[in-house]
């Protein structure tokens, strides 16, 4: 089941990832999809704050990974638009990395074949300046776990 | 002939030195990550022990893999860019290799097996001869299923060391004929020993052409055409 929900700024993106935060374990993937300045960043932050990380959450374009040990579960923050073969994404070992956390990935709709087939996929679209659709789509065993309760 | 082994390619780093084989120092630890900074304070801390500087080394060997990604980018980058620096030879090995020289054989067909990850595992089967073993070809990259298989067909007893440990549970329910032993990860006071034998025949490439073996398929090129044509920031470069 598809959850579809409307965001009118980047705080709006931001409380659904925080919100998003307690449906996550160790071992779960988000990948997120969406054109430059959609608004994945801002939404990965919002995860971190929900998973208790204090540390705020930049941007990992130049490092490309960031993990965040400081919450509830590790986190893994990737962001794989830098890189140009699958090849360099097994460099950044990020099921090794994430191995005891939640691994989000931006971009991560790019690389979705050497992403495990059980993971959600978070597109956020831009419908206006502010404004986005964010959909969660629950993808391979994730398609069995309710997210319900993200709809007010 | 003083010698320094590297071996980052397991979740298993050490580093060894040794005059010829005979190890006269080392450093180890089993953690999946950080390799970088182990191998560093590991290297510092051997060349302590025996009071030994860089520059008196003869030669490098490096664990390639098959193995971890990270770990080995790691190892051999700091063994590369040592051996660049020393001008000694740097002998590349592998982990299936190292793994099965010490396998306790008891005249078994010795299979060494590293995990990679994502169902597959990296193989090599080894013949046990007098003082060691005899690999029967090139290693393969083999779905965890298939080396079942494998095994399962194998006539010969066999003796299955590395990270089986990290193998399905069940994975040797109804291999009958097969046995599981140690060692379970490469060590670099083993490489000393293969190393040795490679540097006396000058057995080694050059060290720039020293790759890591990662056995998995040619590479495969994200398609971002497909995803940076749409969309009004599509020229823009990522803030
Ligand atoms: N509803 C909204 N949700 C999220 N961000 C919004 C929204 N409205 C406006 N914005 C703005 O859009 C930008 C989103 O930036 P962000 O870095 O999160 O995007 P991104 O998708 O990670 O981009 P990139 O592809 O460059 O990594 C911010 O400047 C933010 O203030
Ligand atoms: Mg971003």
């Known amino acids: ?152 | 002939m003083k010698l320094l082994a590297i071996e980052t390619a397991t979740p298993a780093s050490s580093v060894a030195l040794g005059i010829g084989r005979d190890v006269v120092a080392s450093a180890e630890r089993v953690e999946r990550r950080g390799h970088a900074a182990f191998i560093v304070s590991a290297l510092d801390f051997c060349f302590d022990q025996v009071g030994w500087r860089p520059h008196e080394l003869d030669a490098i060997a490096i664990d390639v893999g098959p193995g971890l990604y990270t770990g080995i980018r790691v190892g051999l980058s700091t063994a590369q860019g040592l051996a660049a620096a020393l001008g000694v030879p740097l002998v590349p090995l592998s982990s299936l290799d190292v793994i099965a020289l010490h396998a306790a054989t008891h005249r078994r067909h010795v299979w060494s097996v590293v995990d990679v990850r994502r169902g597959e595992v990296a193989v090599a089967s080894y013949q046990p001869v007098p003082g060691g073993v005899v690999k029967d070809g090139p290693p393969q990259l083999v779905e965890v299923e298939q080396f079942r298989a494998i095994l399962q067909s194998d006539p010969e007893d066999g003796l299955v060391v590395g990270d089986w440990a990290s193998l399905p549970e069940g994975f040797f329910r109804g291999l009958h004929r097969v046995k599981s032993g140690r060692p379970q990860f490469p060590a670099a006071e083993a490489m000393l020993e293969l190393a040795v034998g490679r540097v006396d025949r000058e057995e080694f490439p050059h060290a720039d052409e020293v790759r890591p073996l990662y056995l998995r398929e040619p590479d495969v090129t994200i398609n971002w055409k497909q995803y940076r044509e749409e969309g009004p920031w599509a020229e823009q470069s990522p803030a």
């Open chain 1, 1 to 152: 089941m598809t959850v579809e929900l409307s965001s009118n700024g980047e705080v709006d993106t931001r409380a659904i990832g925080r919100r998003l935060a307690s449906f996550l374990g160790r071992g779960d993937v988000v990948l997120l999809a969406g054109e430059l300045g959609a608004g994945k960043t801002a939404f990965a932050g919002g995860l971190a704050e929900g998973m208790g990380i204090e540390e705020p959450v930049i941007s990992p374009s130049f490092m490309l990974v960031r993990r965040y040990a400081g919450g509830f579960t590790p986190l893994t923050h990737a962001d794989v638009y830098r890189l140009t073969t699958m090849n360099e994404l097994e460099d950044l070992d990020l099921f090794e990395e994430a191995r005891d956390g939640v691994l989000i990935v931006e971009w991560g709709n790019t690389v979705a074949s050497a992403m495990p087939d059980d993971h959600l996929r978070v597109e956020i679209e831009v419908t206006g300046t502010n404004d986005r659709v964010v959909r969660l789509i629950p993808c391979g065993a994730w398609q069995s776990r309710s997210l319900k309760e993200m709809v007010e």
